[in-house]
């Protein structure tokens, strides 16, 4: 109980610090945007990399904060039954559904994105444009930070059940509201 305990805790607090860091990237895509277009239509002014680079930072804020988007109850989840169960109803829900929904959908995406994170990094693709961002295989590689995040939060939350179910109940879900 120790050992799941202690990794849930990490879990969450990993995934709390991520998704509290990532989240500045949302502000640094706001501020990005402004230039580019202060500078496109103020001064006629277009630069390519910046213009990639709030699509980057967009894609950043998605990819690596699923998991914090997760601890919170943030995703999308079927209500109609979840909503109306008792705590032990919610905790057998939680884990049949990461069993069978999340880890092979999880597995899914890893087993396709790999060669073509792969295959990104072999050729160290860039931007098909002239002047945008170089290293498009760092982005790419984000991917599968989204399914390690993600797939870390789903393992803690398979774990938050197993501890409610033998009685523990300091280890219900989080808020489904998530903070601001």
């Not at 959908?105 to 050729?123: K, N, R």
């Not at 160290?124 to 170089?134: D, R």
């Not at 393992?155 to 879900?173: C, K, T």
């Amino acid at each position: 109980m120790n050992a799941l305990i202690g990794f849930v805790r990490f879990v969450d607090v990993l995934n709390e610090r991520l998704g509290r860091f990532i989240s500045w990237f949302t502000l640094a895509t706001v501020l990005v945007c402004f230039s580019v277009v202060v500078l496109r239509y103020a001064f006629g002014i277009g630069i390519l990399w910046l213009q990639e680079l709030y699509i980057w930072f967009h894609a950043l804020v998605f990819l690596v904060g699923a998991g914090y988007t997760f601890l919170h109850g943030g995703h999308v989840r079927v209500d109609l039954l979840y909503e109306k169960r008792s705590v032990r109803g919610k905790a057998w829900t939680d884990l049949i559904g990461t069993i069978v929904f999340l880890l092979p959908w999880l597995a899914v995406v890893i087993y396709y994105t790999v060669p073509f994170v792969q295959s990104s990094w072999e050729v160290k693709e860039s931007s098909p444009q002239g002047g945008g961002m170089q290293a498009l295989y760092v982005l790419k590689s984000f991917i599968l930070v989204f399914c390690i995040t993600v797939g870390l939060q789903g393992l803690a939350l398979m774990s938050r059940s197993i501890l409610l179910l033998r009685g523990h109940p300091e280890f219900q879900p989080q808020s489904e509201e998530l903070p601001h």
